[in-house]
T-cell receptor
Framework: DVKVTQSSRYLVKRTGEKVFLECVQDMDHENMFWYRQDPGLGLRLIYFSYDVKMKEKGDIPEGYSVSREKKERFSLILESASTNQTSMYLC???????????FGPGTRLTVT | GNSVTQMEGPVTLSEEAFLTINCTYTATGYPSLFWYVQYPGEGLQLLLKATKADDKGSNKGFEATYRKETTSFHLEKGSVQVSDSAVYFCALSAGSGYSTLTFGKGTMLLVSP
């Protein structure tokens, strides 16, 4: 079974802190994704990566950056957390073009 | 651009009732179509998929048929259980290159005993 793990299930941070969300997949997938999920807005793509050190902006990249130094690991970085970044963050991976994505359990981030 | 439209929820059913959740899409080319399920407090799980017209995806008693002529991918189950209570997302992947997904807003299903 494909396994995607996220470093924390729940996280509480203060406004202005730098926040790192880590995601690891164990299936040698090429593509990895970060989404945020908010009530009434559904899932929105923040960034994705199709190869090591490669990244592409999604629909809502503002206020976020990403890092992919190894194929299995994809990090989401909030340079200076703000209260409007309080959300559920979901990581996913997929093996290739037009393929299904496999999701991690999510990190519920609260910024106070 | 690509888009997915799902019926608004919540859908409230009694156990053993028949379930339909409607999903229609707009896409360039011939997309792959997916249904995902999300249980409370968890990530999304792939429920089923279909990659070409007239394909039927099925899993755990759920089915959906890829209808190109009506651009639809409706989710059905003959007899729901309380444990099926969750949010269901329809999604598509279209175009060349990366496998980004376009999601519907999700439909909450509540099944009572």
């Amino acid at each position: 079974d494909v396994k995607v793990t996220q470093s924390s299930r729940y996280l509480v941070k203060r406004t202005g802190e730098k926040v790192f969300l880590e995601c690891v997949q164990d299936m040698d997938h090429e593509n990895m994704f970060w989404y945020r999920q908010d009530p009434g807005l559904g899932l929105r793509l923040i960034y994705f990566s199709y190869d090591v050190k490669m990244k592409e902006k999604g629909d809502i990249p503002e206020g976020y950056s990403v890092s992919r130094e190894k194929k299995e690991r994809f990090s989401l970085i909030l340079e200076s957390a703000s209260t409007n970044q309080t959300s559920m963050y979901l990581c996913a991976s997929s093996p290739g073009s037009r393929s299904e994505q496999y999701f991690g359990p999510g990190t519920r981030l609260t910024v106070t | 651009g690509n888009s997915v439209t799902q019926m608004e929820g919540p859908v409230t059913l009694s156990e053993e009732a028949f379930l339909t959740i409607n999903c229609t899409y707009t896409a360039t080319g011939y997309p792959s179509l997916f249904w995902y399920v999300q249980y409370p407090g968890e990530g999304l799980q792939l429920l089923l998929k279909a990659t070409k017209a007239d394909d039927k995806g099925s899993n755990k008693g759920f089915e959906a048929t890829y209808r190109k002529e009506t651009t639809s991918f409706h989710l059905e189950k003959g007899s729901v259980q309380v444990s099926d209570s969750a949010v269901y997302f329809c999604a598509l992947s279209a175009g060349s290159g990366y496998s980004t997904l376009t999601f519907g807003k999700g439909t909450m299903l509540l099944v009572s005993p």
